[in-house]
């Protein structure tokens, strides 16, 4: 049995419509025309993370395609797309096999460096914008109004809008979300609960994915651990004193006595809510980082930024996590997943 019985790749040509405002390319729209599927897969994986915008895939086959070229993975029962993806390494081995490696259009978020200055820029158009920099289509951005203004300067565009949704948040913006392009635009997301992922023995029989553990690692470490932060801005340039000016000193809670003193000291700028970014670091670093991976079965909806709730007595795990990062492998009609997890309050 090969991947092919869970999922399917067929090739796709991306075609694309631009309107023209004031001579000027204003929005870009990408489609993909379906062409023919593929009648041998081998060795499928994909994973994806929160840290990254983009998903990246493996496959092989007998079929040659060109660097360059777009595929389309779905489940061809519900013929849902899992993702659009490019392929951007080709490997020819004997007896005619092909293996390519590729990414989603995060791709090109990663890959194009640009120079932009917002001002005053309301954050949710700052993305869209910094997408048409590079002609890539904006999706689904759910609504930002804080407002940015910086100037990036040889910036990947990933980077900046990563750090778009950074300034949000430094100025009160408290959704959580994550960026994904696996229908070939830059969306940004908020997180779905899910409590009902599902992997299947057999292509048959389906169990709960969270039933199904088959091995995990759990690891804790204070190493990263900042239970103090200092907000400093620095001293006005018309002052002779050098010494910066403390705006916010913030404790955590009684972790000190516990570890000890593990100080952060951040440079703030005028403008800036220095209480709220005092709150945000404590809430990202005043604990224990840990690190909890399971092997689990499931399918195509168990993806990152996925929360779930997981009851287990042999990993003492209870309670909700929020899907950090996915390793998808597919080996016959077995889909493993591997899962980065941590504990997440709804």
Request: charged share 25%.
């Amino acid at each position: 049995m090969i991947a092919y019985d869970l999922y399917r790749v067929r090739r796709i040509k991306e075609t694309t419509t631009s309107r023209i405002n004031n001579q000027t390319l204003s929005d870009f729209h990408y489609s993909f025309e379906r062409l023919n599927r593929i009648t041998w897969v081998e060795h499928l994986s994909w994973s994806d993370n929160l840290n990254n915008p983009y998903l990246a895939f493996d496959f092989t086959t007998n079929e040659e395609f060109e660097v360059g070229e777009w595929v389309e993975l779905y489940e061809p029962f519900s013929q849902i797309t899992v993702f659009y993806g490019i392929i951007t390494t080709k490997t020819q081995s004997k007896h005619g096999i092909y293996s390519y490696s590729g990414f989603d259009t995060g791709f090109y978020l990663e890959k194009n460096k640009i120079t932009k200055q917002f001002e005053d820029k309301i954050v949710s158009d700052a993305i869209i914008d910094a997408c048409k920099e590079i002609e890539v289509e904006a999706g689904d951005i759910i609504n930002i109004q804080n407002k940015a203004t910086k100037i990036f300067k040889n910036n990947s565009v990933s980077d900046i809008l990563k750090e778009l949704v950074e300034i949000a948040r430094k100025d009160g913006f408290r959704r959580d979300c994550y960026f994904d392009c696996t229908d070939g635009r830059v969306n940004l997301l908020e997180y779905i609960v899910n409590n009902d992922l599902r992997g299947y023995i057999a292509n048959i029989y389906t169990i709960n994915s969270t039933n199904s553990i088959s091995s995990y690692t759990i690891k804790s470490s204070m190493e990263d651990l900042k239970n103090k932060v200092l907000v400093i801005t620095s001293p006005a340039q018309n002052k002779k004193e050098s010494k910066p000016n403390i705006e916010v000193a913030k404790e955590g809670n009684n972790n000190i006595d516990r570890y000890g003193l593990l100080q952060e000291v951040i440079e703030g700028q005028q403008g800036d809510n220095y209480e709220q970014i005092a709150i945000n670091t404590l809430e990202s670093n005043n604990q224990l980082k840990n690190e909890i991976e399971l092997s689990v079965l499931g399918d195509f909806h168990c993806h990152r930024g996925i929360v779930t709730y997981i009851e287990d007595e042999e990993t003492q795990l209870n309670g909700n996590y929020l899907i950090m990062s996915t390793n998808h492998n597919i080996i016959g009609t077995k889909e493993t997943v591997r899962i980065n997890i941590r504990k997440y309050d709804i």
